[in-house]
């Protein structure tokens, strides 16, 4: 049993010179039945923009204070402890930046044990502890909270989470062996690894409460003064505190294994078994079903050294910056005070795609949206689909009547295109083909203003060609969204030689106002996602035409990490785009892609592969094996085969990507496939993984990255 009091932590304390603490400062305050709570405020100083975090400093810290307050305890001095945060944040966890210098393993399991000697001994007070959850509580903060004797969150809180595993770590401060016997193994395992799956999705404060992870909920108008008065009630035994998930004896004998077993079965269907992290915290929660406290934590400190120094959290934590810092201030966007405001938007189209862009338009920036079509019919369907999604919405509670009432009335439609006269920023969204494009620009460009920005949202096509007979092609820019448009966070600004500053301002404006990340790219064939997906998706054509079967393809791409296999990606994205995809850029470069003209009649199939519920490919529709009769070769590729072609393809493709400036830095190559494509964390993107992997060196004899992002253990 480790013993926390007997370790120096000297070692990591070494790492704290451009630590910003969060101090622990404590006032007392009394009770209306007259017993003293001594309450903790974790406040670094700073303003909500940047929160509190538990860096080695604060830790060592936060312990001081708590030493304290147990020996007051212990003089009956006070008769409990609260703690709680800063205006709006309680704690965005650890200092991430701190932890990703460690250093070494032992370093590693020093952050852990320090973290659940302090935290720990929230529980070890002599007297009970009370967290009041008053805002962001992510990671450690939450630990802090489930480390209390008691704990109640504010309502107007912005999200409660342990997102651990989507940073290729686990819940390491007692959340892994702590939730599950406070609130139950399935809602745990929703928590800690299905959530963070999910494009790293969050709790609010009412579905935390829920849940059981807090013991009450307040309104934010009174929040601290509510929790005080409850924490005496509790203390005087007015109020009973019931915990209506925490597991009984049943639910460990039985339920518990049952739902770690599907849980791990949904995890090898959906992401296969490279990720380390949802694994760990598997068998973590899986553990906390029985034992002590101790020996949960002692897991815990082994499970996150273990995790730290390996190559999956320094991809992550290299993809993490990218996605925090870098998406947040787009390389190679012109001064945002240039841009154009938008007061009125249209949308040429009204099929799914053009619904979609109205339903975001009209919902992130409140202004009236027109959508048009060639007949009244698709206009009315395009108008129908928008107002029933604003319902659900509405329905959901996300909308109030009057909000929803008020976005409907926004949004109109007709087949007179002169209405498009007013309109500042003008989309399109019409068939993939670039003579269609000219031709609805052409007659647009007539009757907007001199100044109105047009936009396409092709996905590979030429936006010189397509802006080629505008009168004026420099206010033309592609604006290329990913499907879903409302879940994808990233859109491609694409420039042509011409694209005007004002152009591109407004673009990214606008598309920071629509709640994405924008990513500039040149005008080159595909653009950055849809170039480096045709390669994916061309390697794993190839492979089948030569003969192997379709479920051994997809297996041989898993160690690429992709949230799915090139053939249930083709399947979800539409054969239809996949073939025209692929001849683009078949047509742009012969040499580097790879199509077969079979995909076209592929895509006039119903459906073309069967699956497992999973979601998985597991082979061909027997319509799809009739067309592809006499098509397919008789020299099956080995998986390794497979897989090396694809890794050096794609390094291939990124080297001459950066040699013809089609996008600033491998960085941002990287940022545009975990936005618009899935690419996990744990690659990050997909440079740091090919120069692990060695395809750089194979390829072009170098590395992306100098040196390779690696984790300690491999350095």
Known sequence: MTNYDEIDFAPILALTDDEVVTHSPVRDVRLPSGKVLALITLDNGRDHTRPNTLGPATLTELGETLAALKARAASGEIQAVGITGKQYIMAAGADLSDISKVGSKDNARLIAQLGHKVLGSLGELGVPSFAFVNGLALGGGLEIALNSTYRTVDASAAAVALPEVFLGIIPGWGGAYLLPNLIGIENALEVVISNPLKQNRMLKPQQAFDYGIFDAIFPAANYLENSLAWADAVLTGATKVERRNEPGKIERLTKWPIAVKMARGMLESKIGTVPRSPYAALELLDKARSGTKAEGF?????????????????????????????????????????????????????????????????????????????????????????????????????????????????????????????????????????????????????????????????SSLSVEEIGAKLAHPERLVGFHFFNPVAVMPLIEVVKTPVTNEQTLSTAFVVAKNLGKNAVLTADAPGFVVNRLLAKVMGEAARAVYEGTPVQDVEKAFAPLGLPMGPFQLIDLVGWKVAAHVQDTMVRAFPDRFYANENFHALAELDQVVEKDKGGRVTGWTKA???????????????????????????AQEIRIMLDENVVPEVEDIDLCLILGAGWPFIDGGASPYLDREGASERVFGGTFHTPAIRGIAHR
């Open 298 to 458: 002692a897991r815990e400190d082994e499970a996150l050294a273990e995790l730290v120094t390996g190559d999956q959290f320094a991809a992550s934590m290299y993809a993490f910056d990218l996605v925090q810092k870098r998406a947040k201030r787009p390389v190679g966007a012109p001064d945002k005070a240039l841009a154009k405001k938008v007061t009125k938007v249209g949308i040429i189209g009204a099929g799914l795609m053009a619904s979609q862009f109205a339903l975001l338009f009209v919902r992130k920036l409140q202004v009236p949206v027109l959508i048009t079509d060639i007949d009244q019919a698709r206009v009315d369907k395009g108008v129908a689909y928008i107002h029933e999604e604003i319902g659900k919405l509405e329905g959901k509670g996300r909308l109030d009547a009057d909000a929803a009432n008020r976005l409907r009335a926004l949004v109109t439609g007709t087949t007179d295109k002169t209405l498009y006269a007013d309109c500042d920023f003008v989309i399109e969204a019409v068939f993939e083909e670039v003579g269609v494009k000219q031709q609805v620009f052409a007659e647009i460009e007539k009757i907007v203003a001199e100044d109105a920005i047009l936009a396409t949202n092709t």
């Open 624 to 650: 799809a094996e009739k067309t592809l009769k006499g098509a397919v070769g008789s020299a099956p590729a080995s998986a390794a085969t497979i897989l090396a072609r694809v890794q050096d393809g794609l």
